[in-house]
């Protein structure tokens, strides 16, 4: 499948769909900086979508505490 960007702000964060899947990534780190692409329910990426505010608690909490969210990280390289 070919991975969608839906909506991004270059050096911080993009939503991607993936088939029928959607994902977060976030990019992390200070001085190495990498990205954890992280499964969301499409109910949870419609309202990041909706609501900015939602949207800035969602990449804030995974950019700032990402060891929280390495279990759940995808990697969508083909």
């Not at 609501?51 to 990402?66: E, H, K, M, N, Y």
């Not at 390495?70 to 083909?78: G, I, K, M, R």
């Amino acid at each position: 499948m070919t991975t969608q960007i839906l909506r991004q702000e270059a050096g911080r964060y993009a939503l991607l769909k993936d088939g029928e899947r959607y994902y977060a990534s976030v990019d992390c780190g200070s001085s190495a900086m990498y990205s954890l692409n992280i499964p969301i329910t499409r109910e949870q990426f419609d309202e990041v979508m909706n609501d900015s505010v939602l949207l800035d608690q969602l990449v804030g909490r995974i950019a700032f505490a990402p060891q929280r969210y390495l279990a759940q990280h995808v990697d969508l390289s083909d």
